[in-house]
């Protein structure tokens, strides 16, 4: 017995404009037609999405939005991010495309979200979250971060997330470092999406002064490979590096 099934439709200005950044996320391209109108399919498992291209488009004011529902939001983050660097060179955290990493949000599900070329949005979470709000064990500053993502990734609002974020590190300044350093990483790639290169470096340099135990390292591994990352890319847009 058939059950329902919705696929999308997404505009984009150019189908080359897509098709490249998708198939570095893994899809595959299943059909694309010029005449009588630029239209294609890309599928990844389970995922399918369609797309028509509309040359005078401008992917900066697209409303285009889609949610999407998976077993595991860092391990698609993961396959979705060796692909973008095998590809482009680099992951595009700022702009359009861009990909931000899985996080709790406030109020909404925990995931990550992709823009895609066509500055159309993927929102990407798991099935049956277990909880948009991090657990209580995790120290007031972790609800601050959900709070920030939920202004800065889902609504793509990086100042109120940058907002949120100096707020709550100012708020709770004597949180210990193992809490402090997701909400610091955080906003240097907030800071980095933005362009201030240097409020970013300065918060990463925060973050290395940061004293931390081997179980603190080993618990916070994600959020420190983040901050090696956010380096990285910072040094190589260093035209002295």
Not at 57 to 70: A, K
Not at 137 to 158: I, K, Y
Not at 159 to 188: F, T
């Amino acid at each position: 017995m058939r059950t329902e099934l919705v696929i999308p439709g997404l505009p984009c200005r150019d189908l080359d404009d897509v098709l490249p950044f998708y198939a570095a996320l893994g899809f595959d391209v299943t059909y694309r037609q010029e005449r009588p109108n630029p239209y294609a399919v890309v599928r990844r498992g389970g995922i399918e999405l369609h797309f028509f291209s509309i040359p005078e488009f401008d992917p900066v004011n697209s409303m285009g939005s889609v949610c999407i529902l998976v077993p595991d939001t860092g391990a698609l983050h993961s396959a979705f991010a060796a692909g973008l660097r095998a590809a482009f060179g680099k992951l595009p955290v700022s702009g359009i495309p861009r990909m931000t990493r899985p996080r709790h949000r406030q109020g909404t599900p925990a995931g990550l979200t992709v823009v895609d070329p066509g500055g159309n949005w993927l929102r990407i979470s798991r099935h049956a979250d277990d909880g948009d709000e991090p657990a209580a064990s995790q120290g007031r500053l972790a609800r601050v971060v959900a709070a920030a993502a939920r202004q800065a990734d889902s609504r793509g609002d990086e100042s109120a997330g940058i907002r949120v974020l100096e707020n709550g590190l100012a708020r709770h300044a004597d949180a210990p470092p193992v809490q402090r350093l997701p909400a610091l990483v955080y906003l240097a790639e907030l800071r980095f999406r933005t362009g201030e290169r240097e409020a970013a470096a300065t918060l990463l340099a925060e973050v290395g002064a940061l004293e931390l135990s081997a179980a603190d390292r080993e618990a916070l591994a994600t959020d420190l490979a983040t901050a090696a990352e956010l380096a990285a890319d910072l040094d190589s847009l260093d035209p002295d590096s």
